[in-house]
């Protein structure tokens, strides 16, 4: 074990009002070329990022508690990532997996297979997207079992491509008139612990997912089910304890893959090396993207080597699956995450926010209804006072304020009224304290 070293000076450091001349420049550019569906959370534009800051194109060191969409965990140019892709790439950019294969794939599936949670044989296909991943994860659970229905939870999010978009819940922005979608796609009702009007144990709110399925669907016509263990997108929602195992334990009773997409939450930023660790599941199929590259775009869908290698050669992968570049930033950022120990400093990043934002919590008339997550993959809940009614705007409000002092943070939530932590996990705990009382400031405004 060793610690975080860093290129870039980590602090917080404005030397023009955000976004600056230079930035302002690019977007102008931006204006006239690039699709305004394609939306940035940031006005300013990145020059170089490490640790937990991001320099824009104007030399301001912001504060990043986004990472890239919880990407950059092991941080933006982490050195053996930087080392392994310069490696690689002066050795051939790509080859196909699919025409001419290279050990980098290999590896990375041995990875895949020693680290994510289950004692049995796994096997792996390695895309491009997260997107990908789940639709290969339905893909080899269709083929596998021969059904078609797919089984998914209110407020999930599991991508832009058209199946995942109907495997999603959430229609603005994200599927409002992109339709029609996939058929066979059945939404039940989930845990949200802080929004279910009376309280439920896990045991119940799973029997309440059940009693829906199998009076809408029938378990024996189910593929799959497929659940985040936190709802990312939807507002970083832990189910109650209990509520996956229980619909893991119906799936194993009635012949129905069970999937875990870890695509946010996987790769240490739990707190563990998997989310699924918490409540001692093991999935069936687990799909991983986001901090697995480093940076670099490669995602997986793993599983149980029988299911897996249900579909027939050729049915899985693609031209740039598992391209040799990412395949060797993941093994860099996987190595990373073992020597900086990185499940131990999402931990203690948890440990820092409870500390900072415990009170803002406990105070009855707080426009913070709820504090939740695990490891570095926490949210605020903000609500109208003394109410669980859903408040956007202050979210928006608290989020545009930081944003103005050099902090960049993201929303989150089905009804967008959540402010998440994202952070990089190497992030010092002093940087990320700065940017905690800023955020305790813009919350009290
Ligand atoms: C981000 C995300 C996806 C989609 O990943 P992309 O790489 O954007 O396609 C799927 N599932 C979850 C849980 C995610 O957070």
Redesign the pocket.
Known sequence: MSDPVYHLPQERKLVTSLPGPSSRKIEARRDAVVAKGVSSSAPFYVDKADGGVIVDADGNSIIDLGAG??VTSVGASAPRVVENVQKAVANFTHSSFATTPYEGYVAVCEQLAELTPGSFAKKTVLV???????ENAVKVARHYTGRDAVAVAEN??????NL?MAMTSKAMPYKTGFGPFAPEIYHFPASYPFQEPTPLTGEQAAQRAIDYLETRVGADHLACLVH?PI???GGFIVPEPGYLPALQAWCRAHGIVFVI?????GFCRSGKWFASEYEGLEPDVI?T??ALGGGL?I?ACTGRADIMDSAQAGGLGGTYGGNPISCAASLGAIATMKEWDLPNRAQAIETEIRAKLGDLVNDPASCVGELRGHGAMMALEFVAPGTRTPDAAKAKQVVSDLLSEGVLMLTCGINGNCVRFLPSLVIPIPLLDEALDLLVKAIKA
Not at 261 to 265: G, L, N, V
């Open positions: 969409i919880a491009n997207s997260g997107a990908e991943a789940v999930a999010f599991h991508g832009r491509t995942t985040e709802q990312g997108e997409d870890e695509i946010q939450s799909t993207a986001k775009p995602a």
